[in-house]
């Protein structure tokens, strides 16, 4: 049985070392990614938190009013089918939060060149 040499030799080409933009723009699309990541999470714990907030209103409404809402829904708290709805602004307040998170985190573009340069004039002064 014979032994067969492998060539080691890298047929591949080197890469150019990335230029400084470059090394930029990559910091930039990870802190992106990051940032992408870190918003599914705490929308993740804001639907679990909003969860756990909507079940303890109905239990404790449920009780406190005996029953199901055969009534409706009011400002006042303990009247017999009535459940008080104070559970909107909690759920609004969430909403809002995540909401301008979400905008934070999706819809602001990048700095231009233009406003960097304006910035980096303005610093001067």
């Known amino acids: ?3 067969v040499e492998h060539d080691t030799t890298d047929t591949e080409p080197e890469s150019p070392a990335p230029t400084e ?4 723009a990559r910091q930039r699309a990870i802190k992106g990614i990051e940032a992408r990541r870190h918003f ?20 404790s409404e449920y009780h406190d009013a005996g029953g199901w ?4 829904f ?9 459940w008080n709805y104070w559970i909107v602004y909690p759920v609004i307040g969430i909403a809002l939060m995540l909401g301008g998170r979400a905008w934070f985190v999706y819809g602001r573009k990048p700095p231009s060149e233009s406003e960097i340069e304006r910035e980096m004039e303005r610093q001067r002064r």
Do not use: C, K, R
């Open 1 to 3: 049985m014979a032994l």
């Open 21 to 24: 933009a470059e090394g930029e």
């Open 40 to 59: 599914h999470v705490e929308a993740w714990i804001a639907a679990v938190a909003t969860a756990l907030l909507v079940l303890i209103w109905a239990l």
């Open 69 to 72: 809402p055969t009534s409706g």
């Open 74 to 82: 009011s400002q006042s708290s303990g009247i017999h089918d009535v």
